[in-house]
């Protein structure tokens, strides 16, 4: 087992690595719009996962994650070449690339986050208006009857 540090300073080199080759040295078009957000690495060091996101040009497009992660896989060996000579490490880990489900999930998040504010105001609307079913005050003091006096 390896010491835990030092498999993440490996996981940011090779997260540095990959998204510079990414960004200046492969061609591919499909990739022009990858983002590497995070990596992570084996505790022995012989595989890493790289997480990925791919960003739309607006908001409404769709990106080619399928397009992408074959983009990614032709160019596995090319970007494992490029880690290994740039980590120094003794066996360069094999890359694996994983499309990251974060940013979805996120945005799935604050859509239901929207929904419920939206909920919260309604209820508050119908609150403000509404009249108790029973007596107003259901705690209120008993009554002293007027024939003890």
């Known amino acids: 087992m390896v010491d835990q540090a030092r498999a993440r300073r490996l996981a940011k080199r090779i997260s540095q690595i990959v998204a510079g080759a990414l960004e200046s040295e492969i061609k591919d078009p499909r990739l022009k719009r990858v ?11 012989q595989e890493a996962t790289v997480f ?37 490490v003794r066996r360069t880990p094999s890359l694996t690339f994983v499309a990251d489900v974060v940013p979805d999930e996120s945005r799935r998040m604050e859509e239901l986050l929207a929904r419920t504010r939206e909920s919260d105001a309604e209820v ?13 005050d259901p705690y209120r003091v008993p009554r002293e009857r007027d024939d003890e006096e």
């Open 52 to 88: 990925y996101t791919v960003l739309g040009e607006t908001v409404d497009e769709d990106p080619d994650t399928a397009g992408v992660a074959a983009a990614l896989a032709s160019a596995t060996g090319v970007l494992r070449s490029k880690v290994g000579a740039g980590t120094g």
């Open 35 to 45: 983002t590497i957000t995070d990596t992570r690495v084996t505790g022995d060091l």
């Open 124 to 136: 508050a609307r119908l609150a403000a208006t509404a009249r108790p079913a029973g007596d107003p």
